[in-house]
């Protein structure tokens, strides 16, 4: 399995407990070094209007005609260990659909003349230097055919924790 950098956050936890035997001012108790995975709704977010833009301007011919039924399906994870903040993304690719004039939101995919599924997994830099999100989005018709798959890869900064 190749090495995929993961942005980790080290936090120092106390857990620092009250005993009888003590003043109320004395604490005893250690310190623990804990590894969390951040929340991170950021990433999501641009990846998921740049993945919409890309959608919306490569499939002119579903988008440009008439209102279409689009059903936006719960994003799908491939790791267990990705950033928080995936619902922020789907909220985002949402919005953005619903404010383009021939989009009609379905709430159910039974209804939907069209499907987006969009996954999201780890991507491993050729640099191995900074670790970065790979956000996958798909349109699909109701009766299965796949119209196209738009690909967005956003990676943290060097020296930077800001995503682009």
Not at 118 to 141: G, H
Request: net charge negative.
């Amino acid at each position: 399995e190749p090495l995929v950098l993961k942005p980790r956050v080290t936090e120092t936890v106390s857990s620092h407990k009250k005993r009888r035997c003590c003043p109320d001012d004395v604490l005893v108790g250690s310190d623990e070094q804990q590894v969390i995975v951040p929340d991170l709704p950021e990433i999501y977010v641009i990846s998921a209007n740049r993945t919409v833009s890309s959608m919306l301007n490569d499939a002119k011919a579903v988008f440009n005609d008439k209102p279409v039924h689009v059903f936006v399906q719960d994003s799908k994870l491939l790791a267990d260990d990705l950033p928080g903040g995936v619902d922020k993304g789907l909220k985002a690719a949402k919005k953005r659909l619903d404010n383009v004039s021939t989009v009609i939101l379905a709430k159910n995919a039974k209804t939907a003349e069209y499907i987006v599924n969009t996954s999201i997994d780890w991507f491993d830099t050729p640099t191995k230097q900074v670790p970065a999100i790979k956000y996958t989005m798909e349109l699909v018709s109701s009766d299965g055919v796949k119209i196209g798959e738009w690909t967005e890869v956003v990676h943290q900064t060097e020296g930077d924790r800001s995503w682009w």
